[in-house]
């Protein structure tokens, strides 16, 4: 008896000991990829950090001899493509597009993933079907119904329609995410004669933190990121957004690739602020109230 | 009580009307493809015209990408809301006028007392004229025969500078010294102890440019006729013959440094850095650059060095007659048929295209004037006895002036961009020495040819038949709603599932909403469109299957780009998912600092695109990339390296260079597209913390090892997110283009001519909208099937716990 524990004790010391040397293994590896995985963002910031003429005159990689944070200062204050401005439109534009994709695609992920209605595996193929064609050939009547609501240089095309569903590939990650809950649970509410707002707004919505998350951080990233549809929309320089406000730095013939990259990289951060705060949200959201 | 409001109303109204016709103020929309420096000299001279016009209010608006710049302008016209005063340049404006979308100028020209287009340099004049007509008045002339050299290299080198009296030939003349351009740049070419060029005399802007110049002076040109070319001379082996000289320039004269060896050292602009790190002597572009080079070498600052400008060599002729020819640049400022006030779109016009535009630009150091008295007037653009030390560089810009009369202008024809894409085809091969320039071009003559005269050819078409059109869309909208509820037809429904329905589609209305007012109409247009000969421009006609038939028998970049997109599909989206996975599998553990980072492996797909693809192209850089050293090592000698040469390249003793290789190019986009695969992580992260913990308790508890637990509990119940993956990226993946419009604009030889990147180009440069829809259509088709077949196989494979049937 005595001795059974004892080797037992010994094989869960030995599979403790195994399981840390490949913890440490595992943390090497992960620390290389994402060596490797940064060195494009580490160019960004050396670059942005030499003034014009020795980044003309030094390898890619070499650290600065002089740091630059003048580059900065000159981004911050441009008159021709104010920062701050740009700054203030890309929030307002990437916010509250993101509020209306993470509202409507969420109720209607649950129409398709928990509902059952004639027409509805057909219907999601056609809610799939507007993914397929390529926006380019969709561009020119989509503007000419913008003309027609008299939105062209305004926020609305930006954001309106993130209202009215969110788009296809965020509500079918959350109808993927919402069929892999139990319905158990649900079920019984039903039998309770809770309505199916309760049930979504009560006991799903709080079950679904990790996928709304990922769906608010993916959308906001794409408002702020996106170039083409601000470029098309809107014409007044005061309305542009961050992105577009970049491409100064590379209009025709005149690349500063200095200032290029201090805007990129101070473009980049509030995103890595954000995805820092709601990836926990990717773990911690799991409350799972009741299911488990 | 109602009636008096009504009077009192309709009274203010009338006041506040004639008020407004009183102060008559027009406001003028006026575009510009201008960023920055440029930009703030436009913002001046808008403010000085509006003080100088009070009855004149300027929207200006700015698009600081060249390419998009023209693209928005076709899709501000289409919708009716085009701007009226708009940048144009010569390789554009003809597609528009000869479709009536730009005013001619000569009548306002002929009115305007004063005004005399003659006091402009004939050749900008005629780069905006078609058939006669003037449609843009010249902003500036750019001529790239200017050769910015470094006084103190030539000083030290013991040669004179040069005065614009060389010459160069296809052969060295050493007898003639610094007279001969060749010899000068030989005198500057400098190898390191280990055998690796350091030093050269020449480099041009682009490798283009010079192989441009050399096509020009020898008496050759691209076209029959560069204003309605209808033959294409690429074919000849006079013209193979212009184009190896530059390729050999680099690769085997070593005069100046090749592609490689440019693009391996410096961060951005590579040409003009290798000019900045006095590696090279000397630096052929236009004068645009002055700015730049300015402020990279500044005087006083640790770069600066003592620098001019100089005429680019003249041809030494064949017969002994020199002949002097530059390509060139320029630009002007057109006005929109559609606009409403001719008169104030005029004065804008002027005003830009005019003397106060043009000292403002000169001033600048931006642009040379297009009016020849202003440009070699000293102190404006020529250096005058009392300018600054930091305008003084170059001193000597009145060459500029004196190669205005030998500047060739590409090709105006409105099919410009269309055929200068499949002569340009494959060229980076000439440039890089992996094909001659005979191979290339023999191929490239018949494509072009083919293109023009394909282009050229105008079908007689009908106008498109618009209640026709509408009506099959709405037929086939309504056969869609049948097909959707058609296996419930007859059945009756329950009270309870009744209740259902009525709750389902109260979840489901906002999208149904966004989906009849935003998305439907777009596509069934577009659809109609594919029907149609649709330039954006002038009414649609009618084109029954024309489209369809054109990809499939005439298209030969159909079958391309298509088969280039498959495989682009077949390796990345598996890869990207495996990628993914295991990503998220190893960020879902336990380990230290695991926050931090799911974090910095998500930044790669937040970085900027244009700073991405500026990286990678170092990443794959023959010379000096990471991937190569990698697999050929510190000395260029490992086994695994060697191999890769002796198999891809076609002199396997060079390192494979990965973008500018026809059959590594896909490759290498695809190894990119790895590096993008935080957002997929995202995905299966969240998907991981979906699955119930106590699924693996349970498994736990009846023995089950990791991979055992994996394989039970992990894989079947991510299938979800899995088959989510499969679809969306297939889809993505379907639809790539950005790596092919910011890297590699679909080269090498169309190796990565992606089927969006194809339509795009239909679309916006050969101004074909209609085929382009066609193709578009034919994409949504494809991934349909591909979509169905997967929703369908599915079943199969993929696990939902909350499946309702």
Request: hydrophobic letters at 50%; a positive charge; one cysteine or more.
């Amino acid at each position: 008896m005595q001795n059974q524990s004892q080797i037992w004790q010994q094989s869960a010391d030995k599979a403790q000991r195994t399981a840390s040397v490949l913890r440490f293994l595992l943390w090497v590896v992960l620390v290389a990829g994402v060596v490797l995985s940064l060195l494009p963002f580490y160019i960004m910031v050396v670059m942005s950090l030499k003034s014009a003429g020795e980044l003309a005159g030094s390898s890619v990689w070499a650290l600065p001899k002089e740091w630059a944070f003048s580059n900065y200062q000159e981004v911050l204050s441009n008159k021709n493509a104010p920062f701050f401005l740009f700054f203030r439109n890309s929030v307002i534009i990437a916010t509250f597009s993101t509020l209306g994709v993470m509202f409507s695609s969420s109720i209607v992920a649950y129409g398709f993933a928990r509902l059952k209605f004639p027409g509805r595996d057909r219907l999601f193929m056609i809610l799939l079907s507007t993914m397929m064609l390529p926006g380019i050939v969709t561009m020119i009547p989509q503007y000419a119904l913008w003309k027609y609501f008299g939105w062209i240089d305004t926020f609305k095309p930006l954001i309106v329609p993130a209202f009215f569903g969110g788009g296809a590939y965020n509500i079918f990650l959350l109808r993927q995410f919402l069929m892999g809950i139990p319905r158990d649970i649900d079920e019984a509410a039903l039998l309770d004669g809770a309505s199916h707002s309760v049930i979504f707004w009560r006991l799903l919505l709080p079950n679904m933190g990790p996928a709304m998350a990922t769906v608010g951080i993916f959308s906001f990233i794409y408002n702020w990121k996106e170039f083409m549809g601000p470029l098309i929309i809107l014409n007044s320089p005061e309305n542009q957004t961050l992105e577009l406000g970049l491409a100064t730095y590379r209009a025709a013939n005149q690349n500063q690739w200095e200032l290029l990259m201090a805007g990129s990289v101070l473009v980049m951060i509030p995103i890595i602020i954000l995805f820092l705060l709601g990836q926990r949200y990717f773990v911690k959201g799991i409350v799972m109230t009741g299911i488990k | 009580m109602t009636r008096l409001r009504f009077r009192l109303l309709f009274f203010v109204t009338l006041l506040l009307a004639a008020a407004a016709s009183f102060a008559n103020v027009t406001t003028v929309r006026f575009s510009v493809w201008d960023g920055d420096k440029a930009l703030e000299t436009i913002r001046q001279l808008v403010a000085d015209f509006e003080s100088q016009n009070p009855d004149i209010k300027v929207k200006l608006e700015n698009y600081p990408d060249y390419n998009l710049y023209h693209q928005k302008m076709l899709v501000t016209y289409a919708a009716g809301v085009a701007p009226d005063v708009v940048m144009m340049d010569p390789q554009h404006f003809q597609a528009l006028a000869v479709r009536k979308a730009l005013l001619p100028l000569n009548p306002f020209f002929e009115q305007t007392p004063g005004f005399d287009i003659k006091s402009y340099y004939k050749p900008i004049v005629d780069a905006h004229s078609f058939q006669g007509t003037c449609y843009a008045l010249p902003r500036d002339i750019a001529p790239m025969g200017i050769i910015y050299y470094n006084k103190a290299m030539f000083k030290k080198a013991g040669i004179p500078y040069p005065d614009g009296t060389w010459t160069w030939d296809f052969k060295i003349r050493p007898e003639l010294k610094e007279k001969d351009f060749l010899w000068v740049c030989e005198q500057f070419t400098k190898k390191n102890p280990e055998g690796k060029y350091v030093q050269w005399g020449y480099t041009s802007g682009w490798t283009g440019l010079f192989a441009d110049m050399i096509v020009y002076a020898t008496g050759l040109l691209p076209y029959d006729n560069m204003e309605s070319p209808t033959k294409v001379l690429i074919g000849s082996p006079e013209y193979a013959k212009a184009l190896q000289f530059a390729a050999d320039f680099m690769n085997k004269f070593h005069y100046a440094p090749s592609v490689t060896e440019q693009s391996s050292a410096f961060a951005g602009a590579t040409a003009q850095a290798l000019f900045v790190q006095q590696r090279v002597a000397m630096y052929q572009n236009g004068i645009w650059e002055v700015p730049n080079v300015r402020k990279l070498l500044k005087p006083g600052s640790k770069e600066f060095f003592e620098w001019d400008v100089a005429l680019a060599p003249a041809y030494a002729g064949k017969d002994g007659k020199k002949v002097l020819k530059f390509p060139t640049g320029g630009s002007g400022y057109g006005i929109m048929s559609s606009t409403k006030n001719r008169d104030a779109a005029w004065r804008l016009c002027r005003f830009m295209g005019g003397e106060p535009g043009m000292i403002a630009m000169a001033k600048a150091g931006i642009a040379q004037p297009a009016i020849r008295e202003l440009a070699i007037k000293p102190g404006l653009w020529v250096p005058g006895p009392n300018t600054p030390i930091e305008e003084m560089y170059p001193a000597n810009r009145i060459v500029t002036d004196q190669a205005v009369p030998y500047v060739q202008f590409p090709t105006t024809s409105q099919y410009y961009q269309a055929i200068t894409d499949r002569v340009n085809k494959g060229q980076e091969l000439i440039w890089n020495g992996q094909k001659t320039a005979a191979e290339i071009l023999k191929e490239n003559a018949v494509d072009a040819q083919t293109r023009l005269d394909f282009l050229r050819k105008e079908e007689a078409l009908p106008p498109f038949n618009w209640p026709l059109g509408i009506a099959l869309c709405s037929a086939l909208f309504a056969a869609i709603v049948v097909w959707v509820y058609r296996p419930h037809f007859g059945k009756k429904l329950t009270q309870l599932e009744r209740g259902e329905t009525r709750s389902a589609y109260w979840f489901l209305s906002p999208w149904i909403l966004g989906f009849l007012i935003f998305t439907l109409v777009p596509m069934m247009l577009s659809l109609m469109m594919a029907f149609s000969n649709w330039d954006m421009i002038l009414p649609a006609q009618s084109r029954g299957l024309g489209n369809f038939n054109e990809m499939v028998n005439i298209d030969p970049s159909f079958w391309k780009s298509l088969k280039v997109t498959t495989v682009y599909v077949i390796f990345s989206v598996p890869l990207g998912i495996i990628g993914s996975l295991g990503l998220a599998l190893l960020l879902n553990q336990k380990v230290k600092g695991v926050s931090l980072f799911r974090t910095l492996y998500y930044v790669p797909s937040i970085t900027s695109a244009v700073a991405a693809s500026l990286i990678w192209l170092r990443v794959f850089n023959a010379e000096t990339g990471m991937l190569n050293f990698f697999l050929y090592g510190p000395n260029g000698n490992w086994p695994i390296g060697r191999m890769l040469s002796s198999w891809i390249m076609t002199d396997p003793s060079k390192p494979v260079d990965w973008m500018a290789t026809e059959g590594t190019a896909l490759p290498a986009l695809i190894i990119m597209s790895l590096w993008g695969i935080g957002g997929g992580t995202v995905v299966f992260l969240a998907g991981l913390q979906g699955i119930p913990t106590y699924y693996y308790e349970a498994a736990t508890l009846d023995g089950a090892g990791i991979m055992q637990r994996f394989k039970a509990v992990t894989l079947p119940l991510l299938t979800p997110t899995i088959f989510f993956t499969l679809i969306t990226g297939m889809v993505g993946a379907f639809q790539a283009f950005t790596q092919a419009f910011v890297m590699t604009q679909g080269g090498p030889n169309d190796a990565t001519r992606f089927f969006v990147y194809h339509l795009f180009g239909n679309a916006f440069q050969s101004l074909r909208m209609g085929y382009a829809s066609a193709l578009g259509w034919v994409l949504f088709v494809i991934i349909m099937l591909i979509t169905v077949v997967q929703w369908w196989a599915q079943n199969k494979w993929v696990y939902y716990e909350a499946e309702t049937k």
